[in-house]
């Protein structure tokens, strides 16, 4: 972030717009998404704003918008993705594994595309899954619209108002995130393991 930081103080006018639009975009693609911290690129974005840089109401247009536009991408190559899926070997553990994942995005795909944006490896996958998996394109857009758009403007005008302050606030989101969602995928995938033998047992 220091490095985004130190390029961008010295980039002035459509070209900081521009560099916006880039970095907005790379969120969600694997390996950019996982590089570029998106929390505090946002809070970047305020200050910048409050320093008189960029205007305030035009980074939020240029950046929501490339918020919107990129998972959009990132499904319709989940859509081709789909096809490569299909074509593995019907007995191959990753196409089990796979077809598994998108039939719970079948089912959860409503929170999963509005709450992916805030960590950075379901940011870069859960689109690119729904896509595969066939989800409804208007029902995917108007979610993940809803959550990206929430996403970025809490934290650009979270900038533009608490500055320094805010984009400390913004490093400890994503860790505290990680944090709560580990131990919970933990828990489930142990807890379908252990069940998952125990079902196969004939009832005596």
């Known amino acids: ?6 390029v961008l103080d010295g980039v002035h006018g459509p070209v900081l717009y521009a560099v916006f639009v880039a970095l907005t975009l790379l969120l969600f693609w694997i390996p950019t998404g996982m590089i570029i911290p998106g929390e505090p690129f946002f809070v970047l974005a305020g200050i910048l704003a409050a320093s008189g840089q960029v205007s305030l ?3 939020l247009i240029v950046i929501i918008a490339s918020a919107i536009i990129s998972p959009i991408g990132a499904y319709a190559a989940g859509r081709r993705f789909d096809g490569w899926i299909s074509s593995r070997p019907a007995d191959s553990k990753f196409r089990r594994l796979l077809t598994k994942g998108e039939a719970a995005l079948r089912r959860h795909g409503a929170p999963a595309a ?3 944006c805030w960590i950075p490896f ?3 996958t859960i689109p690119l899954m729904i896509g ?6 208007t029902r995917f857009v108007a979610f993940s619209a809803t ?8 934290f650009i005008i979270g900038g533009y108002f608490a500055g320094p302050f ?10 505290g995130l ?6 919970l995928i933990l828990f489930k995938l142990i807890r379908r393991l252990v069940r998952g033998p125990a079902a196969k047992q004939p009832a005596q």
């Open 1 to 6: 972030m220091v490095d985004i930081t130190a």
């Open 166 to 175: 805010f984009q400390k606030f913004a490093i400890y989101v994503g860790m």
């Open 147 to 154: 959550g990206t758009t929430l996403w970025s403007a809490l």
């Open 57 to 59: 109401p035009l980074v």
């Open 122 to 124: 379901l940011r870069t």
């Open 132 to 137: 595969a998996s066939r989800y409804s394109f």
């Open 114 to 116: 509005a709450f992916a």
């Open 178 to 183: 990680l944090i709560l969602l580990v131990p």
